[in-house]
């Protein structure tokens, strides 16, 4: 980052989650770990606001059609039991 804005131009692009925004009870490391990410990078974005050419993005899909909810245990959950978004259409 540091180099990207000496130059004045760069792209990052950070996986956060809309987990940060909600409390997540049984999720409490994932959803802490999502918030910490989402305000880093927010406040990232705003100590380089003068540079016009660098952009810092947070990328922040909701429950996404992946191994996740197999992997976290959560298929009995409400939200692991919804219709979810296509991964590719997240991506793009």
Do not use: C, H, W
């Amino acid at each position: 980052l540091k180099d990207m804005v000496a130059r004045d131009a760069g792209k990052i692009l950070v996986t956060g989650s809309i987990a940060g925004y909600i409390p997540g009870a049984f999720n409490a490391v994932y959803n802490g770990t999502k918030a910490f990410i989402d305000n880093f990078t927010e406040a990232l974005r705003n100590e380089i606001k003068e540079s016009k050419g660098v952009t810092l993005t947070t990328l922040m899909p909701g429950a996404t059609e992946t191994e996740f909810f197999d992997r976290a245990g959560m298929e009995d959950t409400s939200v692991g039991q919804a219709k979810k978004d296509d991964p590719a259409k997240v991506a793009k």
